[in-house]
């Protein structure tokens, strides 16, 4: 977890006010403070994460099957890749393959 994050968790915890806790970490507004504490409450684990409409969506779709073109490639959409899967552009990766499937590991 990152040190700011858990910073306002314990300094929560200990009882400062908000206005002393957004001096002394550099916090401009009260909602930026609530924001970045509800994210450490996310990342610490100690609250689910609020879905959106488009993330329970996402998560609900069937599999998609891809084909192997006449060049022998796979085209993997922007949106399965950065969408749903979380990477983004210079990302590289290690294949590998496993019997009957192929593994991408981020590097």
Same mark, same amino acid.
């Given at each position: ?21 957004? &001096?002394? !970490?550099? #916090?401009?507004?009260?909602?930026? +403070?609530?924001?970045?504490? @509800? ?5 610490? =684990? ?17 599999? &998609?099957? !891809?084909? #192997?073109?006449?060049?022998?490639? +796979?085209?993997?959409?922007? @949106? ?5 899967? =979380? ?17 991408? &590991?981020?590097?």
């Amino acid at each position: 977890m990152k040190r700011k994050s858990k910073d306002i968790i314990e300094m929560v915890k200990a009882g400062f006010t908000e206005k002393h806790i957004m &001096k002394e !970490l550099g #916090i401009q507004t009260k909602a930026s +403070l609530k924001k970045m504490y @509800l994210d450490a409450l996310v990342e610490a =684990g100690k609250i689910k994460a609020i879905i959106t409409e488009r993330e329970k969506k996402r998560k609900q779709r069937k599999p &998609k099957v !891809l084909t #192997i073109g006449k060049r022998g490639t +796979l085209a993997l959409s922007r @949106l399965m890749l950065i969408g749903q899967f =979380g990477f983004k552009e210079g990302d590289k990766f290690k294949v590998s393959k496993r019997r009957d499937s192929i593994t991408l &590991k981020k590097t």
